[in-house]
């Protein structure tokens, strides 16, 4: 931004305002741009009050200030996010199998999300009077090429999922970009093969300039220099050093474990003609190639994009603010940037204004999602399309986050060679996804009425406002200024992007005679050649074509030293030998002016004096060279007799250099190479500097005070390998260029030494010991082989024969990235090694370490899943207590709280996972830091009853857990029950009676956990609850329908008590329909809430049903449990019998564990659907629920006891069988195969043969639920779903009649217990703003309030004074 003070910054406004109206802007931000109006005083007021009211309410709720609503993360019921759970399952799922149903899905929730998240999703398309048949639409083959993958780099992401996008990308035709980070040459040179090409097509130059060479360079379709990115404009970027592997370093240039900064600016541009000159360079370094310019979206892009037209760019893309970054700071990613749909309209409008638009293509980046997306842009006026964030989805990025910290789970976003063994993405997922995409782009052009997509470009004229505005909010936003069609503005113009060629005016360049002068060298029919010319400053980039015919045909080898060499006379103009490749020798006798070396590639460039000036001339006072020399320099060697001017060897990663001075911010960002520096430095020497090392000769003594030591340290220069370094370079320097400075530092050597401060970056210091530790590691382990051979021969044993290198195994490629021979750089008595037991691990003290202390960054990958939640089968079977191993299952707690990665899309809590929105990674990271009080209250901002769900709950947030894509999920039920019985034993939860009541009464009929939970919340917002349960206790099924050894009933009473010490009234052994009607509930209360539950088990009609001895599941567990507490009743005996259970689930576990603690001669589980796989079928992706073989607690007890499992899948029971006095006594069967008919549905066909009969004195039909009983309904007049449930509008709980409320099982059918809490809370929410016109009751997840939520109406008496003295 080029602001760099407080003072410049204040009433700068270099922000727009988006969404802010007139009135606001006008009296608040007077002269700020508002392009889109929007919101006035009385929308800001009225939500100035909802929070007012949320900070200062009276009421009881779930006010909880200190919880993250999800800004930042995905959170259940919070802020909405384009990246949700639902959407990343459907694409995945769609890319995978290549499945249009699952890309439909996709699409829909997609759009939703787009909607509420994004400008273009407040737009539509109009209708167009004549559509086309989509058979004269173009190809979606022709159509993917304009899609390009966005600037990721080796180093943000892993080898192999950038190599498998450049793969995918060549295959379609399309291109991938390397993003900053450089390419690897064998990915380039292997590129014969388009269908498994890694060599990506767009190569970026950034400000870090990493890896940028003229081999680089020569090798790429398009050139991009990226001067911001949407996500963060005016932010660097950072790859940390725990990221640079070798691989990484090998390819930018520098040293494993040493950190990479990307600096904001590019440091050779700071103008509009800065820019055109490296427009320039790029041109000259690749011919062939586009010239590409990263623009960020915001206010005036459109006038700077056409002064980057004019500066002959080829390409324009403009980069919206909410593109992903791993490297991006919160407020980065947050308040940064622009919509892209403001830019691209912009953009457009002004290039063809000003008859620019037909140079430049444009292209835009920023969350394209669907083809809505894409067909918006180019109705805008964009060409080309970027995609980052979706193609590594398809990939299987599961948008954790954390990319920073080299942890990605799935292999992605992390360099851990074990983490990076977990990638399962492949170029055709991501195939699959664009060719998906292109097909819906072509169903909107054909309805639009557009043949080719060409025609369709700028065309702002078929889109409009959306006809139902989003909220109140977006009713207000005026599209009047991006909707214009730019054409409308000036029609005598071509829009067809890229159709006028840019002149660069190639052919008047010097460069060619050189080219043609050395055609003999480049062709090897010559092995050297001499030149001499005499240049002027109008000979720009000099040099770096015929770099460009050198590195085309050589790559980085270049060729050998001193092949070409080229003798200059003169002022040399900018980008002097800029990317100059290996094997070309140039010597200046002049000055040359900015840029000289820039991007220095192997070559060599001498620079001095003109030979005729006076005697009195001195060189050490005077600038030869201009800013910003050896910029991003590789390798190579650059004299200068003179000084440099500001920024020399910013960026440089490996080239020596020797000058008698330099401007300010010498060195800066440094990461390799050496430097000499002769003379004075200007301030801020070194900022930013994380490798490599400068020698400065400080005479004056003032150095360290503009020295930026915030990474270096300054020493002397007292060791020989320094010494011998600096005074070999210097002779070289006085012999080529006459340096009298040089000459007298050597002729007085002994002295000045003694001047020189040796610059040496913290950094680079310990990323050197780590690699001579290693290396003293490999060499131990070398000799330890060499001994045990020597061993084995002394023993006449053969030992295989063994290489013993002398370079102790470290290659030439490692010695490029490790430069351990260059001087100075390690400390023999200061390594931090003091002897190799220290460099070689001790595995058992290791192990006995990470026992102490526990790695939770890492931990998901350091520890194992715990699996023995219960006690011994061979225990427990024998009672009636609690089947869970509550002391072991504490022991492993922390360790498997460690494991939890803190996802930043959990899909734990999202649509497959926990219903109630637990905010799982929250209170497992609690845990395992040991805030057991802060955990239980992060618990209980979402569920009411842990202590149920704990126990009880299948717990489908672990399927859903991210871990469990490639390892075992996290154990989160287990932590959560955990934290809820600790809190119950220390005392946290005690009674919390509203502190008043708002004399509205709610009547609640059924008290299972819906009923419950609703009323737990009505109570709380201080409304009179009574809870009306026909049977003798309440609790519903969490009393009758589980078995005590799951969920123990003192579990389940000590929590109605406490209910009941809250307030709630208990009324039991009252049939609301049958002994009180539900019209005189109505009349007697506000409202009235049904929590009956799906009650009417599912019956099996075959013959011998009426039997004796054939009963439901639920008459069974309820009648024994009533037996257990002490009723005095009759109930179903299992004791000596030949137990059969139809049907799986839980029940039927739940009536095997019963049948087996009564002692039960056999027991047998017939199940009619197949046995499920033991990992995941191809139509059981992750994150849905895992449909494979599971061994609960009945079936391990049953398998201890009678030797296998009860289990028999594949079986229809088709007749019970009489005993002659009307008792069951057997069952005959057959074995069923399933298999799918050609509509894909699954057809069941019994198999001859198979016919079987099991004997039988006791059937349990536990086969679900079919719906509410109708009793109630019939006679309250509710009206019912076509499944017979009751029926409320989607989302919501109000029934067709009025007051009159439903949640649980009895409205959504037969579920889960979480899912039963989550509708009980959710309808109490419901009810009390129909009671009170407002709620401070918490919504999904526990957010009570974000930001356009309606926690009141705006309409309240307590609004208006406010809201009009406001306005």
């Avoid at 918006?376 to 990939?395: H, K, Q, R």
């Avoid at 002295?751 to 060499?779: C, D, G, M, S, W």
């Avoid at 309440?1034 to 123990?1048: F, Q």
């Avoid at 536990?1262 to 779903?1281: R, V």
Wanted: glycine share 10%; proline share 4%.
């Amino acid at each position: 931004m080029g602001i760099s003070t407080l003072h410049s910054y204040k009433g700068a406004q270099i922000f727009e305002a988006v969404g802010i109206g007139k009135e606001v802007i006008d009296k608040c931000f007077v002269g700020t741009v508002s392009r889109l109006e929007g919101v006035n005083f009385s929308v800001i007021a009225n939500e100035a009050m909802q929070r007012h009211h949320q900070a200062f309410h009276k009421r009881g709720g779930d006010i909880n200030p200190l919880l993250e609503t999800g800004n930042y993360h995905w959170r259940n019921g919070g802020e909405k996010h384009i990246n949700d759970p639902v959407s990343i399952a459907n694409i995945q799922d769609a890319a995978k199998t290549n499945n249009q149903s699952a890309y439909n899905k996709y699409k829909e929730s997609q759009q939703e999300t787009v909607r509420q998240c994004t400008l273009r999703g407040q737009l539509d398309f109009k209708k167009s009077e004549n559509p086309v048949d989509i058979s004269e639409v173009e190809e979606a083959k022709e159509i993917v090429k304009r899609f390009v993958t966005g600037a990721m780099s080796f180093g943000s992401i892993s080898i192999e999922a950038h190599t498998s996008l450049a793969i995918a990308m060549n295959r379609i035709g399309a291109k991938s970009n390397t993003g900053e980070g450089g390419e690897d040459e064998y990915r380039y040179l292997n590129a014969d093969d388009p269908m498994n090409s890694q060599r990506s097509a767009i190569k970026q130059v950034a400000s870090g300039r990493f890896g940028v060479n003229s081999s680089y360079l020569a090798h790429a379709d398009e050139l991009q220099i990226k001067m911001a990115q949407g996500a963060k404009p005016g932010e660097g970027g950072e790859l940390p050093g725990y990221k640079v592997s070798e691989d990484i370093a090998k390819t930018r240039h520098s040293v494993p474990g040493v950190g990479l900064i990307s600096p904001p600016p590019h440091h050779d541009i700071y103008s509009i003609e800065d820019l055109a000159e490296l427009i320039y360079n790029l041109k000259c370094s690749n011919p062939k190639a586009r010239i590409s310019v990263k623009l960020v979206s915001e206010m005036g892009v459109g006038i700077v994009a056409a002064g980057v037209a004019k500066g002959k760019a080829e390409h324009i893309v403009v980069s919206g603010h909410d593109g992903g970054t791993g490297a991006s700071t919160w407020t980065g990613i947050k308040h940064g940037g622009l919509p892209w749909e403001l830019g691209v309209a912009e953009t457009h409008q002004v290039l063809t204004l000003n008859n620019l638009r037909s140079r430049v293509r444009i292209q835009t980046d920023g969350q394209l999602r669907t083809g809505r997306d894409v067909t918006i842009a180019a109705l805008l006026g964009a060409d080309e399309f970027a995609f980052s964030t979706v193609p590594l989805i398809v990939l299987g990025c599961i948008m954790m986050r954390k990319c920073h910290l080299n942890t990605c789970p799935v292999g992605i976003a992390t360099q851990d060679p074990e983490l990076r063994k977990k990638f399962e993405g492949k170029p055709e997922h991501v195939v699959n996804y664009f060719f998906m995409l292109a097909e819906e782009i072509r169903e909107y052009m054909a309805s639009m009425g557009f043949r080719t997509f060409q025609e369709m470009i700028g065309q702002s004229d078929m889109l409009k406002p959306a006809d139902v505005a989003l909220n109140s909010k977006t009713k207000m936003l005026r599209f009047d200024r991006i909707l214009k069609k730019a054409t409308d503005l000036r029609d005598d113009v071509s829009i067809v992007g890229g159709c006028m060629k840019q002149d660069f005016e190639l052919e008047n360049r010097l460069d060619n005679k050189l080219i043609e002068a050395a055609h003999d060298v480049l062709n090897g029919n010559s092995k050297e050649l001499k030149l001499a010319y005499k240049v002027d400053n109008s000979c720009r980039a000099f040099g770096t074509t015929l770099s460009y015919e050198i590195a085309s045909r050589f790559c980085e080898k270049g060729l050998p030293d001193k092949t070409i060499q080229i003798s200059l006379v003169g002022s040399a103009g900018q980008s002097f030998c800029a990317f100059l490749a290996r094997g070309v020798y140039v010597t200046l006798e002049g000055d040359a002016n900015d840029y000289v070396g820039k991007g220095l590639s192997g070559g060599t460039v001498i620079v001095f004096p003109s030979k005729g000036l006076p005697a009195a001339y001195k060189s050490e006072n005077n600038i030869i060279v201009g800013n910003v020399c050896l910029y991003g320099a590789t390798e190579g060697i650059a004299y200068f007799r003179g000084q440099a001017a500001e920024r020399f060897c910013v960026r440089n990663s490996g080239a020596i250099a020797v000058v008698e001075g330099c401007g300010d911010h010498g060195c800066e960002y440094m990461t390799g190479g050496r430097t000499i520096i002769l003379a004075a430095t200007g301030r801020n020497f070194a900022a930013g500097m994380s490798g490599g090392i400068a020698y400065v000769l400080d005479r004056a003594g003032n150095f360290p005070q503009k020295c930026n030591k915030e990474m270096v340290a300054l020493e002397s220069v007292v060791k020989e390998i320094d010494q011998k370094f600096i005074q070999e370079h210097l002779k070289e320097f006085v012999k080529l260029t006459g340096s009298e400075v040089a000459q007298q530092v050597l002729d007085n050597w002994e002295t000045e030494v003694k001047n020189f401060i040796k610059v040496f970056p913290h950094e680079y210091r310990r990323a050197l010991r780590t690699i001579r530790a290693q290396k003293l590691a490999a060499e131990q382990k070398e000799k330890d082989n060499l001994e045990a051979i020597a061993h084995q021969n002394e023993n006449g044993q053969n030992g295989e024969e063994m290489s013993t290198s002398s370079d102790s195994g470290v290659s030439d490629d490692e010695k490029v990235a490790n430069p351990l021979a260059e001087p100075g750089m390690i400390d023999n008595e200061d390594t931090g090694v003091a002897d190799i037991e220290e460099v070689i691990p001790d595995g058992e003290r290791q192990k006995k370490h990470a026992e102490k202390i526990l790695d939770k960054t890492k931990g998901f990958a350091l520890y194992k899943r715990y699996k023995k939640p219960y006690r011994s089968a061979k225990v427990r079977q024998n009672d009636w207590n609690e089947i869970y191993d509550h002391k072991a299952v504490r022991r492993n707690l922390r360790t498997q709280a460690a494991r939890c990665m803190d996802c930043g899309t959990p899909f734990c809590q999202g649509h497959t996972g926990c219903p109630l929105g637990n905010i799982i990674p929250s209170w497992n990271d609690l845990v395992f830091k040991g805030l057991w009080r802060d955990a239980l209250q992060r618990l209980l901002v979402t569920n009411n009853f842990p202590e149920f769900t704990g126990r009880a709950c299948p717990a489908p947030c672990e399927g859903a857990c991210v871990l469990g894509i490639t390892s075992p999920a996290v154990t989160i039920k287990a932590i959560e029950n955990t934290i809820i019985d600790r809190a119950f034993e220390q005392g946290w939860i005690v009674p919390e009676p509203p502190a008043q009541r708002t004399n509205k009464r709610v009547a609640i009929i059924g008290s299972g956990p819906s009923g419950l939970a609703a009323a737990q919340q009505l109570n709380k917002a201080g409304h009179h609850v009574t809870v009306y349960e026909r049977n003798d206790r309440v609790g519903g099924l969490l009393m009758y329908g589980i078995p005590t050894m799951k969920l123990s009933k003192a579990v389940v009473q000590r929590r109605v008590k406490l209910l009941a010490d809250e307030g709630i009234k208990f009324l039991t052994g009252v049939d609301v329909g049958n002994q009180i009607k539900g019209s005189q509930l109505l009349k007697d209360n506000d409202a009235v809430l049904l929590c009956t539950g799906s009650t009417r088990p599912r019956d099996l009609p075959v013959p011998g049903r009426n039997l004796e001895g054939v009963h439901f599941a639920v008459d069974f567990l309820e009648k024994w449990q009533k037996t257990q507490m002490g009723n005095d009743n009759s109930y179903i005996d299992a004791k000596g019998k030949d137990v059969v259970v139809i049907g799986g689930g839980d029940t039927g576990c739940d009536c095997i564990g019963t049948s087996l603690r009564m002692e039960a001669n056999s027991i047998t589980s017939f199940e009619i659907l197949s046995e499920p796989p033991p990992t995941r079928g191809n139509g059981n992706p992750w994150p849905t629920w895992p449909r494979i073989l599971r061994v609960d607690y009945g079936h391990e007890e049953v398998k201890v006891k009678h030797g296998q499992d009860p289990r028999i899948f594949d079986i229809l029971s088709e007749e019970f069988l009489d005993d002659g006095n009307g008792n069951i006594c057997g069952i005959r069967t057959v074995h069923v195969k399933w298999s799918k008919d050609d509509s894909g549905r699954f057809t069941m066909e019994k198999i001859p043969g198979t016919e079987k009969t099991y004997k039988a004195d006791l059937v349990l039909l536990a086969m679900g639920f079919l719906g509410p009983e109708y009793m109630l309904i019939d006679e309250m007049g509710l009206q019912q779903d076509p499944r017979s449930n009751v029926e409320t509008p989607l989302g919501k709980y109000k029934t067709s009649v009025d007051r009159v409320f439903a949640a649980g099982d009895c409205r959504r059918g037969q579920s889960l217990i979480v899912h039963a809490i989550n509708e009980g809370r959710q309808a109490a929410r419901e009810i009390d703003m129909f009671l009170m016109g407002r709620t401070f009751l918490a919504g999904p997840g526990g957010v009570v309030f974000t930001p356009g939520s309606k926690v009141a109406n705006p309409k309240d008496n307590l609004f208006k004074p406010v809201v009009g003295t406001l306005a």
